[in-house]
Nanobody
Framework: QVQLVESGGGLVQAGGSLRLSCAAS????????MGWFRQAPGKEREFVAA????????NYADSVKGRFTISRDNAKLTVYLQMNSLKPEDTAVYYC??????????????WGQGTQVTVSS
């Protein structure tokens, strides 16, 4: 079965940067879109970013445009989320997910366990 493992979260001051990684195993990787989501305390899970199966198309939530960058390395079976200019409102548990087969987004069917990102003011 597909396994997704996130890493790279931590505590950072406002204005700082973090890079999250999501390592995949157990299925073909390159033919699937991948996405990042986050969930803050007391809030519903929200979409953050997605990258298409060919890596030629990306999509971002308005709240992170210009600050976050999603990328993938198919040879390493890994998707990344580079987060710059972090704000306290970015504090959340971040999850990676497998998207659609040869799409640029969903549907999302497998999810990682999440990694905590905390941004202090």
């Amino acid at each position: 079965q597909v396994q997704l493992v996130e890493s790279g979260g931590g505590l950072v001051q406002a204005g700082g940067s973090l890079r999250l990684s999501c390592a995949a195993s157990g299925r073909p990787f390159s033919n699937y879109a991948m996405g990042w989501f986050r969930q803050a305390p007391g809030k519903e899970r929200e979409f953050v970013a997605a990258i298409g199966w060919s890596s030629g198309s990306t999509n971002y939530a308005d709240s992170v445009k210009g600050r976050f960058t999603i990328s993938r390395d198919n040879a390493k079976l890994t998707v990344y989320l580079q987060m710059n200019s972090l704000k306290p409102e970015d504090t959340a548990v971040y999850y990676c997910a497998r998207g659609g087969f040869r799409t640029i987004s969903g549907p999302y069917d497998y999810w990682g366990q999440g990694t905590q990102v905390t941004v202090s003011s």
